[in-house]
């Protein structure tokens, strides 16, 4: 059976994620057979069993299924299991090998290509689903001043801080009293509220100072309703989740073919063909 690769989530019909892998696949000369598999919370399991059955090696994993495919991982690499979440999946025998590339995609994305120094920042995390807890431990150690962790459900933020192992630096905070949180120099939105084409972002301008740099991990039309609060409040730097997708896409990559591709062509293109879906200038 030819090696097989997929991306797991729902939804996922608007994944680009097999576009990207068959790109960097040709760059390094590797026929690769990589799709998209949509499954509920319910059948994630069932469906990654039978992938696996059908000689799946190697698989991404995307909202809501991070938390759940760290569950079932045998092994973990030590940033997976800080962060309790797992958004690559390398079949070693019949189990899982877990990691998670998001944190480091996400970096990469901000400091490479957008020339950001983290160092220092205040930053604000909205969300504490696996999107967040995939990120949180990769900020502090690119040396953020504080990680402010906001959550609808508080208990899921605690957990998330919990995690992080690093009181006092690490903190949640309630969600009705973000307005007394203070001003941020580097907001994350990991909610997925943005899929709703209704959604609107009301968050207080007082959180936005000079030099705020707004970061949604979504990206295309997921990203509109985000993106539009960040521009109205005045933030200096806006950043959507396709930079991230690209970079995590190539460290999986890495780790199941043994060499990092290079990632600007894949982005720009990727980049311009978002243009004019979410109305970018």
């Known amino acids: 059976m030819t090696d097989r690769y997929a991306v797991f989530g729902q939804p996922i019909a608007h994944s680009q994620s097999p576009h990207i892998h068959a790109t960097f696949g040709r760059q390094e000369g590797l026929a690769l057979d990589y799709r998209a598999i949509e499954a509920s919370p319910a059948g994630f399991l069932a469906a990654l069993e039978a992938f696996a059955a059908e000689g799946g090696v190697g698989a991404n994993i995307t909202a809501p299924h991070k938390e759940a495919a760290f569950a079932l991982c045998t092994t973990l690499t030590s940033r997976a299991r800080r962060a309790g979440a797992v958004n690559t999946l390398l079949r070693k025998g019949d189990r899982w090998h877990g990691d998670t590339t998001d944190g480091i995609g996400l970096v990469r994305d901000l400091t490479d290509r957008h020339g950001l120094d983290l160092r220092g920042r205040r930053t604000l995390l909205i969300g504490a689903g696996g999107s967040a807890r995939s990120v949180a431990p990769a900020l502090l150690d690119a040396g953020i001043l504080e990680l402010v962790v906001v959550n609808r459900t508080p208990e899921r933020a605690d957990a998330l801080i919990d995690a992080m192992g690093e009181p006092g630096r690490a903190i949640t905070r309630y969600w009705e009293d973000i307005r007394e949180l203070g001003d941020f120099e580097l907001i994350i939105n990991a909610t ?74 894949v982005y720009t293109e990727l980049r311009t063909q978002l243009a004019p879906l979410v109305g970018e200038d």
């Open 192 to 265: 997925s509220a943005g899929r709703d084409r209704a959604a609107e972002f009301k968050l207080p301008l007082s959180l936005v100072n000079s030099m705020t740099t707004a970061v949604d991990l979504n990206y295309g039309e997921a990203a509109i309703a985000f993106t539009a609060w960040a521009r109205s409040a005045g933030c200096r730097n806006i950043v959507d989740g396709l930079g991230m997708l690209v970079e995590q896409a190539a460290e999986s990559f890495l780790q199941w073919h043994a060499v990092r591709p290079q990632t600007d062509a």
